[in-house]
Nanobody, 124 residues
Framework: QLQLVESGGGLVQPGGSLRLSCAAS????????IGWFRQAPGKEREGVSC????????NYADSVKGRFTISRDNAKNTVYLQMNSLKPEDTAVYYC?????????????????WGQGTQVTVSS
Protein backbone atom coordinates (compact mmCIF):
# COMPACT_ATOMS: atom_id res chain seq x y z
CA GLN A 1 0.00 0.00 0.00
CA LEU A 2 1.37 3.37 -1.04
CA GLN A 3 2.07 5.53 2.02
CA LEU A 4 3.65 8.95 2.52
CA VAL A 5 4.74 10.29 5.90
CA GLU A 6 5.79 13.89 6.47
CA SER A 7 8.02 15.03 9.30
CA GLY A 8 10.14 18.00 10.31
CA GLY A 9 7.47 20.55 11.07
CA GLY A 10 7.47 22.71 14.18
CA LEU A 11 7.55 26.19 15.62
CA VAL A 12 10.18 28.57 14.27
CA GLN A 13 10.80 32.30 14.51
CA PRO A 14 10.52 34.54 11.45
CA GLY A 15 13.69 34.29 9.42
CA GLY A 16 14.37 30.79 10.63
CA SER A 17 14.65 27.52 8.74
CA LEU A 18 13.08 24.08 8.73
CA ARG A 19 13.57 21.00 6.60
CA LEU A 20 10.56 18.86 5.91
CA SER A 21 10.87 15.23 4.90
CA CYS A 22 8.44 13.07 2.97
CA ALA A 23 9.21 9.38 3.38
CA ALA A 24 7.57 6.85 1.13
CA SER A 25 6.75 3.24 1.85
CA UNK A 26 5.00 0.56 -0.13
CA UNK A 27 6.32 1.87 -3.43
CA UNK A 28 9.48 3.06 -5.12
CA UNK A 29 9.61 6.82 -4.95
CA UNK A 30 11.57 7.26 -8.17
CA UNK A 31 8.50 6.20 -10.16
CA UNK A 32 6.54 9.20 -8.93
CA UNK A 33 6.53 12.95 -9.16
CA ILE A 34 6.25 14.46 -5.69
CA GLY A 35 4.59 17.70 -4.73
CA TRP A 36 4.52 19.73 -1.55
CA PHE A 37 1.31 21.55 -0.70
CA ARG A 38 0.18 23.62 2.25
CA GLN A 39 -3.10 24.62 3.80
CA ALA A 40 -3.52 27.51 6.20
CA PRO A 41 -6.62 27.82 8.41
CA GLY A 42 -9.59 29.00 6.41
CA LYS A 43 -7.74 28.76 3.11
CA GLU A 44 -7.64 26.30 0.27
CA ARG A 45 -4.77 23.88 -0.14
CA GLU A 46 -2.14 25.33 -2.46
CA GLY A 47 0.85 24.02 -4.31
CA VAL A 48 4.24 24.99 -2.91
CA SER A 49 6.77 22.99 -4.91
CA CYS A 50 7.12 19.94 -7.08
CA UNK A 51 9.96 17.69 -8.22
CA UNK A 52 9.92 15.37 -11.19
CA UNK A 53 10.80 11.70 -11.07
CA UNK A 54 14.40 12.17 -12.09
CA UNK A 55 14.88 15.12 -9.77
CA UNK A 56 16.04 17.40 -12.59
CA UNK A 57 12.75 19.23 -12.96
CA UNK A 58 11.45 21.41 -10.16
CA ASN A 59 8.99 24.22 -9.78
CA TYR A 60 7.97 26.60 -7.03
CA ALA A 61 5.11 28.87 -6.13
CA ASP A 62 6.05 32.53 -6.55
CA SER A 63 5.57 33.08 -2.84
CA VAL A 64 8.42 30.69 -1.94
CA LYS A 65 10.85 31.12 -4.83
CA GLY A 66 14.34 31.83 -3.62
CA ARG A 67 13.52 30.67 -0.09
CA PHE A 68 12.46 27.02 -0.46
CA THR A 69 14.35 24.21 -2.12
CA ILE A 70 12.93 20.81 -3.01
CA SER A 71 15.15 17.78 -3.45
CA ARG A 72 14.89 14.04 -3.50
CA ASP A 73 17.04 11.11 -2.45
CA ASN A 74 15.63 8.12 -4.27
CA ALA A 75 18.04 5.78 -2.49
CA LYS A 76 16.40 6.80 0.78
CA ASN A 77 12.93 6.94 -0.77
CA THR A 78 12.58 10.47 0.61
CA VAL A 79 11.81 13.94 -0.70
CA TYR A 80 12.84 17.05 1.21
CA LEU A 81 11.67 20.63 1.37
CA GLN A 82 14.28 23.00 2.77
CA MET A 83 12.56 26.16 3.94
CA ASN A 84 14.67 29.23 4.69
CA SER A 85 13.81 32.82 5.58
CA LEU A 86 10.47 31.70 6.89
CA LYS A 87 7.68 34.22 7.25
CA PRO A 88 4.52 34.19 9.39
CA GLU A 89 2.50 33.74 6.19
CA ASP A 90 4.24 30.39 5.66
CA THR A 91 2.32 29.04 8.65
CA ALA A 92 0.25 26.08 7.51
CA VAL A 93 -0.07 22.31 7.50
CA TYR A 94 2.32 21.01 4.87
CA TYR A 95 1.50 17.91 2.86
CA CYS A 96 3.43 15.85 0.37
CA UNK A 97 1.68 14.03 -2.42
CA UNK A 98 2.57 11.64 -5.23
CA UNK A 99 1.49 11.33 -8.84
CA UNK A 100 2.66 8.70 -11.30
CA UNK A 101 3.00 11.10 -14.25
CA UNK A 102 6.41 12.28 -15.36
CA UNK A 103 5.71 16.01 -15.20
CA UNK A 104 5.10 18.25 -12.21
CA UNK A 105 1.81 19.87 -11.36
CA UNK A 106 0.70 22.44 -8.85
CA UNK A 107 -2.89 21.25 -8.77
CA UNK A 108 -4.30 19.28 -5.85
CA UNK A 109 -6.53 17.16 -8.07
CA UNK A 110 -3.55 15.89 -10.08
CA UNK A 111 -2.19 14.00 -7.07
CA UNK A 112 -3.74 10.76 -5.88
CA UNK A 113 -1.76 9.85 -2.79
CA TRP A 114 -1.27 12.12 0.22
CA GLY A 115 0.48 12.13 3.54
CA GLN A 116 -1.16 13.15 6.81
CA GLY A 117 0.58 16.53 6.96
CA THR A 118 2.97 18.27 9.33
CA GLN A 119 2.34 21.59 11.05
CA VAL A 120 4.66 24.52 10.41
CA THR A 121 4.20 27.58 12.58
CA VAL A 122 6.25 30.72 12.05
CA SER A 123 5.86 33.09 14.95
CA SER A 124 7.88 35.19 17.35
Amino acid sequence: QLQLVESGGGLVQPGGSLRLSCAASGFTLDSYTIGWFRQAPGKEREGVSCIGRAGTSTNYADSVKGRFTISRDNAKNTVYLQMNSLKPEDTAVYYCAARSYYYCSGYVDDFGSWGQGTQVTVSS
